[in-house]
């Protein structure tokens, strides 16, 4: 058992409202507990309905509330079922302020997405923050799913192993619509929005996550979003000039291939952004910052934690099916000697 975490304090308003969660009250009632993810109000204090973590209505366009998704640890579980515990009051807020404007929007084409983003890219921004949110929404599930599916073997639940105190920087970007917190612009990480290939045996649906990069991606029909949670950025500086030279659809092994380079970028940094909060004494204005690293750059090669073949194989295993050569295949993407995205000659490799 660690001991208590002293190092941040919940601050609360004169009307009661949690303006901030401090860590250990955070890990308390939100990832250990059962309290409202938003506001934090207990079971039983209000009423609760719940909030599906798949936005309810990409559920009902790719009819997806019967349909199962695939959890780190092999298991299948009902999207509608797919729920965490929030109170009706911020259930429904969170429709109105994210889910509406965001069905909008991404209901519309990829060019007319662009055309959108062009005109406004604070856009980017409002992305960015509801990422966050299905992210957050994604891990804090976990902590009522056993690791291993085999219940014989007592391995704790997926959660177990996470390391929540970066998963409290995206919780506080979660909720800033609640607290209007100031999210200074180099808190923002690197977000990409790209033309896919309508995929048909999912429908057009594709969403996959991983936790220790922070990374995530959303594939509605021709076009996907792939966002890097606590990077600032990092990654847009380091891929953009491969970024722009894609060209075409791509493929779910290309998506891939990105979305292991961003997850490569951000596990492999030589030196991170610093999350921070700021508040006024009289609470009404509340920031968060970051302290950036001198120069975006990379470990050693000797000193990296994970080459971007082994997060690629890791991605794309599931995908490859029972090929003969599987193995030979598997061996070849973890070395890098495998590419999806570009020829040996760097051009884009069209579909
Ligand atoms: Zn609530």
Partial sequence: MRNKLEISKTITNEKGKI???????????????????????KPGSKEFNDEHIIPNWILKKYNLH????????????????????CCEECNSELG??????????????????LEEIN???????????WLCLIFLKTHLKDKTLLSERDIRIDAGFLSDKYYWEEMHHIHCISRSHYTNVKIDYNVYGTIFIVPAMAIEKADGFDFMDNEVSKT????????????????????????NDNFSRIGGPLSPFQIRD??????????????????????????NEYKIKATMPKLVELLDE???????????????????????????????IEENKRNYLFDNNGNFIKN
Avoid: W
């Fill in 302 to 332: 000797k000193e990296r934690f994970i080459s971007s073949g082994q997060l690629l194989r890791q991605f794309v295993e599931p995908m490859i099916g029972e090929v003969q050569n599987k193995k030979q295949i598997l061996k070849e």
């Fill in 258 to 283: 990105i979305f292991a380079h961003l997850s490569f970028i951000n596990i492999n940094l030589k030196e991170r952004p610093i999350y921070f909060s700021l508040f006024n004494s009289s609470l």
């Fill in 216 to 239: 995530i991606m959303l594939q509605l029909d021709e076009f996907c979003i792939i966002s890097v949670l606590n990077d600032s950025c990092a990654g847009f500086t380091l891929y």
């Fill in 66 to 85: 019967n349909k199962y998704i695939t959890l780190p640890n092999g298991t299948k579980f009902k999207y509608g079922q797919y729920t965490v515990p």
């Fill in 96 to 113: 109105k302020t994210y889910e509406v404007p965001i069905s909008k929007l991404l209901n519309k084409t990829y060019l007319e997405i």
């Fill in 19 to 41: 303006i901030f969660f401090g860590l250990q009250h955070f890990l308390d009632d939100i990832t250990h507990g059962n309290c409202c993810f938003i506001c934090g109000a």
């Fill in 119 to 129: 005109k406004d890219p604070k856009i980017l921004h409002f992305l960015f923050k």
